[in-house]
């Protein structure tokens, strides 16, 4: 592969040696000479995102919760102390006062599936922040791929321009000997207005990609950023099978919906424990009245919870989360359903990119390069119109125009089957870098 994908890009035998676009006088705007590497901007992404830098805070506080539910109830002290009495007893007969502590023992194992349940649901947090992260990379790729996409668009709008020049300056020589008409003169230099206005639209799309790259990194909106390198074309064989399977497998929103019904099924399982009375062990230190002593006698006892006569109470909660593990395996159904048929739509796009962007390599882009130089030498000559010549200019400007827009869409819906799958293309197809082949 060359090492500048667009200087191969348009007619290079029409345009004169030395002729650049950044030397049109009505157009300063000048791409940077500075490359912008896409391995940087990801890099920044992962690590300056806001975005990912809260879904990442709100998995380490889902993580904390583990800790939280797998432990005991707070054990209970008090102190028991006497207020006033209203009888005459000898000494020593009713206590003055009453130290004690108390813990109920879970033996029931709530605190261990409501901890299960915690850990799954933190399971469930770093899929979803792997999935966040995912999107977003695959968000900074796309606007990586279509800022190179403008440049190289107004590159090749630039060297249209150039040739329209050319033209027009034959045509009105050819008009001051009248060997053509006004009208055809006129029509060529409109075409060459029309192409300077293009040609800020391309410079506006180049500012906008340049704001969403900044704000995906967290960069001031106005930061300069390099130019970006030209996207490569890797010949990737990918198939529905293998892609499927691929996205079944990795996809992290299915992978949090399976940890969300194991979530959903150790918190039913811990509400129906809810039944079982769990013992509170007492132990208490009295010192009666008048004694000397400091502690007259050490009592011990045991208490139960009497969840029967809250039966309501305790048969509503069952049913939740019996509701909410319906709800969570529908919804992982609805989700595979969802990812089987997106994985079929993305890769039926990157086959059509891919398809069209061979043809206009192969046969659109190369003939209509040798349509246009023919046009020009039969003109020059004086055996062609002006009209076919500006024709052909529009037919070649065009098909270098979708030759480029075709490999741009190709790798956007290269990065948006990453994200949707959650795996890297080489888990789902041998990639060959095609270097045998100029991607003219």
Do not use: C
Not at 20 to 38: D, I, Y
């Amino acid at each position: 592969m060359k090492s500048n994908f667009f200087y191969f890009l348009f007619w290079p035998l029409v345009l004169p040696a030395g002729l650049g676009a950044g030397n049109l006088p009505h157009h300063p705007f000048v791409p940077p000479s500075e490359s912008l590497s896409l391995d940087w901007v990801l890099g920044e992404v992962r690590t300056n995102n806001p975005s990912i830098k809260g879904a990442g805070a709100a998995w380490h506080a889902l993580r904390e919760r583990v800790a939280q539910q797998s432990a005991w109830d707070d054990p209970r002290a008090g102190v028991d102390l006497k207020a006033a009495r209203f009888v005459d007893v000898p000494a020593n007969t009713f206590t003055d006062q009453t130290l004690f502590v108390e813990q109920t023992i879970p033996v029931a194992g709530k605190n261990k599936l409501r901890a299960r349940a915690a850990k799954a649901e933190a399971s469930a947090g770093g899929e979803e922040y792997r999935q966040r992260e995912l999107d977003l990379l695959a968000n900074a790729q796309a606007s990586y791929y279509r800022m190179a996409n403008a440049y190289g668009q107004w590159e090749i709008n630039r060297r249209s321009a150039q040739f329209l020049e050319q033209i027009v300056e034959t045509a009105r020589h050819k008009l001051e000997s009248g060997r053509e008409t006004q009208g055809n003169v006129l029509t060529a230099e409109t075409d060459l207005a029309k192409l300077d206005e293009s040609a800020f639209d391309f410079e506006r799309q180049v500012a906008d990609e340049q704001a969403v790259l900044n704000m995906l990194m967290n960069h001031p909106a106005g930061a300069p950023l390099g130019r970006p390198a030209p996207p490569p074309f890797a010949e990737v064989d990918l198939s529905y099978d293998r892609v499927e399977a691929a996205a079944l497998s990795h996809r992290p929103e299915l992978m949090a919906g399976a940890k969300k019904i194991e979530a959903a099924r150790a918190r039913l399982e811990a509400s129906r424990r809810d039944w079982i009375p769990e013992p509170s062990v007492r132990l208490a230190a009295d010192r009666y009245n008048g004694a000397s002593q400091a502690v007259d006698d050490v009592m011990a006892g045991v208490s139960f919870n009497l969840p029967w006569f809250q039966r309501e109470k305790y048969a509503a909660a069952t049913r939740e989360n019996r509701e909410v593990l319906a709800g969570a395996r529908y919804e992982l159904d609805s989700l595979r359903a969802q990812t089987a048929e997106m994985a079929r739509a993305q890769l039926t796009k990157i086959q059509t990119f891919r398809h069209h962007y061979e043809l206009f390599r192969d046969k659109v882009a190369p003939l209509a390069r040798e349509s246009i130089a023919a046009s020009r030498v039969s003109y020059e000559s004086g055996k062609g119109e002006l009209t076919q010549v500006l024709a052909a200019q529009q037919n070649a400007q065009e098909s270098e125009s979708m030759l480029l827009q075709h490999l741009t869409d190709y790798q956007i819906g290269l990065a948006e089957l990453t994200s949707l799958a959650g795996a890297d293309l080489s888990e789902m197809a041998i990639i060959s870098t095609s270097n045998t082949r100029e991607n003219q």
